[in-house]
């Protein structure tokens, strides 16, 4: 069974529900407060969910958002890989989610951001792993380093999937066209694809990053409307969402990346994985919470034209 072996960060996500975000200097009660793991930690599940073995290999704290990370990862079946680090507690994200499901982050950086060469050294990947790298990563030195250092040395067989993230634009140029050397399958949304390549129209955008990454094809997400798929060599194909009505957009991303990849992991081709990930994402956003991604069973349901059963399973939140 293939494993999706994670390499990038898992912090705590502080969630604060507002009907809309202040003007600067100002303040506004939150009509709902939760904590959670989130970061690397959804798309870890989303892959779970689907039955793929999961490993992390990210660097993580002593603390109390350290202990609710490795809680949340083992309760999910989650393997992690690195003791903690000492002295120091793995970070969080502060989630502001708007009346309309529109989420925005201010993060502080602990414990993951402190992975060294030594950590991936010892992990030795292996054929039927998927290496998911993460460009949050990118921006912190160490990270950086360790990452840059090791991902050309990995097997030849062994898949890397890149997601730049929403800062991809402040990714050193030099470790961002390293990796892009080395990723089989980029994914990321419009707006990041727009920041990398200048280009407004994702198919464009798609297009221009599968000639840049070198191995094998590149999705760019469009919200309610799909993505975009574009293999190396072939033009770009619009893979149509599905229509729901959403309440919370938080983790719709990581939902569909998860998905993908263990789509991918199982055999699909490239398309009918991104229509699974397309409906997987339009699942995640009918209900509150980071972690929502669908089970396998409830994600067969829904693309049979189905119900999943109600209270398809999120992570819980400490309010």
């Known amino acids: 069974m293939s494993r999706l072996l ?32 989130g970061g690397g930690f959804n798309v870890m599940v989303a892959a779970a969910r689907q039955g793929m073995r999961v490993a992390y290999a990210g660097a993580h704290g002593t603390g109390p958002f350290g202990d609710m990370a490795r809680t949340a990862m083992r309760e999910a079946g989650v393997e992690v890989l690195h003791p903690a680090k000492t002295g120091v507690d793995t ?9 309309g499901g529109e989420r925005t982050f201010l993060t502080g950086v602990g414990a993951e951001g402190a992975l060294t060469g030594a950590d991936l050294a010892a992990i ?18 160490s990270n950086r380093e360790a990452l840059t250092g090791w991902l050309p040395g990995l097997p030849e067989e062994v898949p890397v999937v890149f997601d730049p993230g929403p800062l991809a634009d402040r990714v050193p140029a030099e470790a961002m066209e390293l990796v892009m050397g080395r990723t089989d399958w980029w994914t990321c949304n419009a707006r990041e694809a727009a920041l990398v390549t200048g280009l407004g129209d994702p198919a464009e955008a798609a297009a221009a990053l599968a000639g840049r990454t070198g191995r094998g094809g590149v999705l760019v997400r469009t919200g309610p409307d799909g993505c975009v798929v574009a ?19 938080n983790g719709a991303g990581d939902a569909h990346t998860g998905v993908f990849v263990a789509a991918l992991a199982a055999g699909s081709e490239a398309a009918e994985a991104a229509r699974v ?11 509150r919470g980071p972690a929502t991604a669908p089970r396998a069973v409830d994600l067969a349901a829904f693309l049979h034209g189905q119900p999943p059963q109600r209270g398809f399973p999120a992570v819980s939140q400490a309010t």
């Open 277 to 287: 990930a397309n409906a997987a994402a339009a699942l995640a956003v009918t209900v």
């Open 124 to 141: 030795g990947p292996a054929r039927g792993d998927v290496v998911y790298v993460s460009g949050y990563s990118l921006l912190h030195p």
């Open 91 to 99: 970070g969080f994200s502060v989630a502001v989610v708007d009346a």
């Open 231 to 249: 293999e190396r060599g072939r033009p770009p194909v619009h893979v149509p969402g599905f229509p729901v009505e959403a309440v919370d957009m």
């Open 6 to 37: 994670h390499v990038g960060n898992v912090v705590v996500d502080l969630v604060l529900d507002v009907e809309a975000l202040p003007e600067r200097g100002g303040d506004v009660l939150a009509s709902g407060a939760a904590a959670t793991p």
